[in-house]
């Protein structure tokens, strides 16, 4: 879908370029000769003869053949136009920067159908329509400004929204970012952003292309193809970042079970990123923060050296460090006092490393150095600079370039002052630098690079399921709710552990099973949805005039119409959940079970086929993981047996992927095993 013409054209028309460059028109004609492009550019006028000093054509149909067509003109003549490049003039690539299509009403949307039809039919690429143009090394087809210094190993930039691609570009420049390609993809009408990371993909190449990818997303149409392209894009070696609006909700959903009311598309979405290795931000600054750390050297561990003059700032980047699970380790012994001594009296070297307002380059050089060859509890050195307002710092911002460059740990330069040292800050990024202004909004992303897991290998090995058995359940289900009997099935089939039980509905039949199972039994009602809330659960039925005295009893209760007797067992009450989230296929939630998934609402989600890596990471992540350890004598979860169950519940969501919603609430979890207590399993064909 993307091809050469798009990318490298030999020769752009500007349909609709003015000489009026506070218009889409004139400004893009104006970027287009501005940019490295020096081939053949045409212009399409009407009412001129010349536009900014290219010859103008009145009419399409007066055009040369040309490669590229950027249409900058009223929604209703486009198709026209996209129809004569596209039939008579061996056009191939159009950027529509033209408004007016499936975003503003159906006529629109019709007319957009129209236009990727006929460039669809000449195996042409099209970016937008509604959108800002596409930004590369080779031609600038953009409207926007600032333009940003192009680098081939900058980054590259996919944006569903052209007025945010502008600020987080205009936002990365000011910090010392370079791009290699900005793709503002408007209605995505034929590529998006799933289109371009396949490019970005496919092309890659291990010497020449970027490392760094930044995503803006409103929606994702194809997760799959997002998912499969973004990972192998980690998978090569790069870093991937993106924030993906549009995540809360209006209003509550009507869910019937504990899964259907904590999964929701953004869950799904959080998921596919974990999955995929993505940094997922939350807006524009932590974007540009994430990125700018992307061009640093990977940190190896997870402990901090603070290297400041100024003692707040240290404090507040402590804080966010260690709110994110980083470490600042305490700084003492023979070198620690070796440095101290070449500071200025009232110095401290115990981490925060503080030199004081007053410290110079040369203090600062001495600092790096310890911080590199000294101490061997750092791994990455953040360094607070401003400026006092004393005196010029331009060798403090030198000194600090240097060591970026040749240390072996990465070195983070924040600085906090602007007006006063804006020509020095200047002067680092021009010669290359790329710095942060804030503290907590560094040390909040650098926790959330370091601790986002990597992309899922492709080489996985999953746990076998008896897929003959799990089919043969699946195929003779109607739709809705399954018996007790087809869940045990099921749960088997996929080799997850469950109480013997079994279910009655005439006071003999639950008096033969009592004996079968033995005691102490657990009885449930069958048919309400919320068992507990009815009272229709009874714990350690010890005898047999118990089970006849509580099934009487439960089978009045309304809606039941079973009763159904296990085996009690003990542990700590875990959860596996999953629900089928549109294209994104399954997700499968873990967490504490029992009342505590209703109280905590403690759960990590994962997107099935879920590794056993990512099981034990979605478990590790909990905040209630103390508990599953163990805590105050507490008997621990077996943590392989949780985290296989969790493996197995996603294989029987690949397996059978007409099951919509499914609960195991509560497993009961000990040391020994994780064996499912009580299960709601609802199937739903499409």
Wanted: charged share 20%; proline share 5%; glycine share 10%.
């Amino acid at each position: 879908m993307i091809n050469e013409k798009l990318l490298n054209p030999s020769s752009v028309v500007v349909v609709g370029g003015s000489d009026d460059v506070n218009k889409p028109g004139g400004a893009v004609l104006r970027n287009l000769i501005q940019s490295p492009f020096k081939w053949d550019k045409y212009v399409v006028n009407p009412k001129a003869d010349t536009v900014q000093g290219i010859k103008s054509y009145h009419t399409v149909e007066e055009l040369p053949n040309v490669d590229c067509a950027i249409i900058a003109i009223a929604a209703k003549f486009c198709l026209h136009t996209v129809e004569v490049l596209a039939r008579e003039k061996g056009t191939r690539a159009f950027i529509i920067l033209s408004a007016g299509f499936g975003e503003e009403n159906k006529e629109g949307a019709e007319l957009e159908r129209k236009i990727v039809e006929i460039i669809d039919s000449v195996g042409g690429s099209l970016i937008g329509p509604n959108c800002t143009g596409l930004l590369t090394t080779n031609y600038n087809g953009s409207f926007t400004s600032p333009v940003p210094q192009l680098d081939p190993r900058g980054i590259d930039f996919i944006s569903g929204s052209g007025a945010t691609a502008i600020f987080i570009v205009d936002n990365g420049i000011r910090k010392g970012l370079k791009f290699n390609s900005v793709w503002s993809v408007g209605n995505s009408a034929q590529i998006g952003v799933e289109e371009v990371l396949e490019y970005l993909d496919e092309s890659f190449d291990t010497e020449y292309s970027s490392r760094i990818k930044l995503l803006y997303i409103e929606s994702i149409s194809n997760p799959q193809k997002f998912l499969r392209h973004a990972s192998s894009l980690v998978r090569k070696g790069c870093h991937i970042a993106a924030v993906k609006s549009g995540s809360s909700e209006a209003g509550g959903r009507a869910a019937s079970s504990h899964t259907g009311a904590l999964a929701s598309p953004d869950t799904a979405v959080e998921a596919l990123f974990r999955k995929a290795g993505i940094v997922r931000c939350n807006g524009r600054e932590e974007l540009i923060t994430v990125a700018s750390i992307f061009t640093y050297p990977e940190l190896k561990g997870r402990n901090i050296a603070i290297v400041t003059h100024a003692g707040g700032p240290a404090v507040m980047l402590t804080d966010a460090l260690s709110n994110g699970k980083m470490e600042i380790p305490h700084i003492e012994g023979p070198k620690a006092q070796a440095l101290l001594s070449k500071l200025f009296p009232g110095s401290s070297v115990g981490n925060p490393i503080d030199f004081l307002a007053t410290g110079t380059a040369e203090q600062l050089g001495h600092i790096l150095d310890a911080c590199e060859n000294d101490f061997d509890n750092i791994d990455g050195i953040a360094v607070i600079f401003g400026s006092p307002g004393l005196f010029p710092v331009f060798d403090v911002y030198a000194l600090l370039a240097e060591k970026i460059k040749t240390s072996k740990k990465p070195i983070f330069p924040i600085f906090p002052s602007y007006t006063w040292v804006k020509k020095e800050i200047k002067e680092f990024v021009r010669n290359g630098g790329v710095y942060f202004p804030d503290e907590v909004l560094f040390g909040s992303a650098l926790a959330k690079v370091y601790n986002t897991p990597h992309a899922e290998p492709e080489d996985t090995e999953f746990p076998c399921v008896d897929v003959k058995r799990i089919r043969n359940v699946i195929d003779h289900a109607e739709n809705g709710y399954l018996a007790p009997d087809a869940i045990h099935e099921l749960l088997d089939a996929a080799g997850i552990a469950c109480a013997q039980e079994g279910t009655a509905d005439n006071e003999a039949d639950c008096l033969a099973l009592a004996r079968k199972i033995g005691f102490p039994l657990v009885m449930k009602v069958v048919g309400p949805v919320h068992k507990s809330d009815v009272g229709g659960v009874v714990l350690n039925v010890m005898d047999e005039e118990t089970v006849v005295r509580e099934f009487n009893r439960m089978m009045n209760i309304k809606d039941t119409y079973a009763i159904m007797l296990a085996q009690q067992l003990h542990g700590t009450e875990v959860f596996i959940g999953a629900k089928r989230e549109g294209g994104f296929g399954h997700v499968v939630m873990c967490g504490l079970g029992g009342i505590f998934i209703e109280v905590l609402k403690d759960v990590n989600v994962g997107l099935a086929p879920i590794s056993p890596a990512e099981a034990h990471y979605m478990i590790r992540n909990l905040r209630s993981y103390k508990i599953i350890q163990g805590v105050r004598g507490q008997e621990p979860v077996n943590e392989d047996r949780f985290a296989e169950a969790v493996v197995r519940v996603s294989i029987l969501m690949r397996t059978a992927p007409e099951i919509f919603e499914m609960d195991l609430n509560p497993l009961l979890g000990n040391k020994n095993d994780v064996v499912a207590v009580d299960a709601r399993i609802r199937v739903e064909k499409q």
